[in-house]
């Protein structure tokens, strides 16, 4: 048989069923549609996920001096102090393990402040925190350029 046969008896069975070839290209096609429409939902569940973790720090580490703790002396000890991190210890710890990352540094500047532009002040204790120019890709901020927040 020639291929142009083989076509015309597949359209003449295709005619005589014609029930059966609607429905059977029906349920392919909604097989299909389920498919990718599962598949997209996964992808879209992994980025989720993914975008949670990291807003959470779980691609993250930081390395404290516990210097934010406040201890009190006991029994008439004096309070233990710790060393200050410095930033060329911390360029040092990055450069020496080289690890495929993003590095940054920030400070807790302070707890109980209060921020002035002008006439405007800030609510008495706020926390003013200084980084340098990955910590916001780092901490999982976002910036909002032009919206006015107030």
């Given at each position: 048989?020639?291929?142009?046969?083989?076509?015309?008896?597949?359209?003449?069975?295709?005619?005589?069923?014609?029930?059966?070839?609607?429905?059977?290209?029906?349920?392919?096609?909604?097989g299909?549609?389920?498919?990718?429409?599962?598949?997209?939902?996964?992808?879209?569940?992994?980025?989720?996920?993914?975008?949670?973790?990291?807003?959470?720090?779980?691609?993250?580490?930081?390395?404290?001096?516990?210097?934010?703790?406040?201890?009190?002396?006991?029994?008439?000890?004096?309070?233990?102090?710790?060393?200050?991190?410095?930033?060329?210890?911390?360029?040092?710890?990055?450069?020496?393990?080289?690890?495929?990352?993003?590095?940054?540094?920030?400070?807790?500047?302070?707890?109980?402040?209060?921020?002035?532009?002008n006439?405007?002040?800030?609510e008495?204790?706020?926390?003013?925190?200084?980084g340098?120019?990955?910590?916001?890709?780092?901490?999982?901020?976002?910036l909002?350029?032009?919206?006015?927040?107030?």
């Amino acid at each position: 048989m020639t291929l142009t046969e083989n076509i015309k008896i597949a359209f003449s069975s295709i005619g005589a069923n014609k029930t059966r070839a609607v429905l059977t290209a029906l349920i392919i096609s909604i097989g299909i549609m389920a498919l990718v429409g599962i598949l997209t939902a996964i992808d879209g569940m992994k980025v989720s996920i993914n975008k949670s973790f990291n807003n959470i720090g779980a691609n993250t580490f930081n390395i404290k001096n516990r210097g934010n703790n406040v201890r009190f002396g006991v029994s008439g000890q004096a309070q233990k102090k710790y060393k200050t991190i410095t930033q060329q210890e911390a360029e040092k710890f990055a450069a020496y393990f080289q690890f495929p990352c993003v590095f940054s540094t920030s400070i807790n500047a302070s707890f109980t402040a209060t921020a002035k532009y002008n006439s405007y002040k800030t609510e008495p204790n706020i926390m003013v925190l200084g980084g340098d120019e990955n910590y916001i890709q780092v901490a999982a901020y976002e910036l909002n350029y032009g919206r006015n927040l107030s």
